[in-house]
């Protein structure tokens, strides 16, 4: 829905079909005609669309609908906010969405007004640059209305990372090792055990909940502590909770759960 807004937004009246309600399938055939690609999907979503009206007229008009795309044989149902998106979902499922995205922005004045997201130089590439991602993904099991992405615990979290792992006991391996610290009376103990907090900490602050929220997050952040020293690599982050913004910084070695010689 989201795309389709985009690609609707000041769409020329010539583009978009004096006579159709679809305006999303006037511009994908429009393009369609002078973009092979675009052509392709156009023909994939009109068998769709037959598909879906023959289907009306069967009397078990419920069975459900199989799937387009060559790469598998499996057939989800198409819900009505899928087939109300069709276009955008077909080309998005054969990952060619981006290809089409970028074509019709490098074409942008046929189709668009000069003060169009797609026409504007900087916002349209980036929008076409942002559908390489999900492009990319296999849509082999798509999620239903009653599904939700749910993050993993921050004890999760905690194991993934390996962070308290080198610290905590494994007492057998069939139990999981508990999110908390647990102190060691041996030589040195103290310093390992604050160590072992401060990392666990900062991997529960990755975590969004209810308090925080990660707001950003980008690997490899060069960081020079002192003038004499060589930049260190780390993980910088900005979190948001109810009354400020934090903003983190990590090195590599802490994260990774060793921190070796270093200071």
């Known amino acids: 829905g989201v795309v389709e807004a985009c690609l609707l937004h000041m769409l020329k009246r010539r583009a978009a079909g004096f006579l159709r309600t679809d305006k999303v399938a006037a511009l994908f055939t429009k393009v369609g005609k002078t ?16 598909q879906v009206e023959s289907r009306k007229h069967q009397p078990n008009g419920q069975e459900p609908l199989k799937r387009q795309g060559s790469t598998t044989s499996k057939a989800p149902v198409l819900t009505p906010q899928a087939i109300k998106h069709i276009w955008v979902r077909t080309a998005l499922i ?71 792992g080198v610290h905590g006991r494994q007492d057998s391996p069939s139990k999981r090792p508990a999110l908390g610290i ?34 950003y997050g980008k690997n490899n952040v ?6 004499d020293l060589e930049a260190i690599p780390g993980y910088l982050s900005l979190h948001q909770s109810a009354d400020s913004l934090t903003l983190k910084w990590t090195p590599n070695q802490l994260m990774n759960g060793t921190l070796g010689d270093s200071e």
């Open 182 to 215: 647990r102190k060691r009376h041996s030589s040195g103990s103290t310093s390992e055990d604050r160590f072992a907090a401060s990392a666990r900490e900062y991997v529960e602050s990755l975590h969004q909940n209810s308090r925080t929220h990660l707001l």
């Open 222 to 227: 060069l960081v020079q502590p002192k003038d």
């Open 35 to 50: 973009y092979a690609v675009a052509g392709d999907i156009c023909k994939k979503v009109q068998e769709l669309q037959q």
């Open 94 to 164: 054969e990952k060619v969405l981006d290809k089409i995205v970028q074509y019709i922005v490098d074409n942008c004045s046929k189709y668009y007004e000069k003060e169009a997201l797609l026409a504007d130089p900087v916002c349209g590439p980036i929008l076409a640059s942002l559908l390489v991602g999900p492009c990319a993904l296999e849509y082999t099991k798509l999620k239903t209305a009653d599904h939700y992405w749910t993050d993993p615990s921050a004890d999760e979290l905690v194991q993934r990372h390996r962070i308290h």
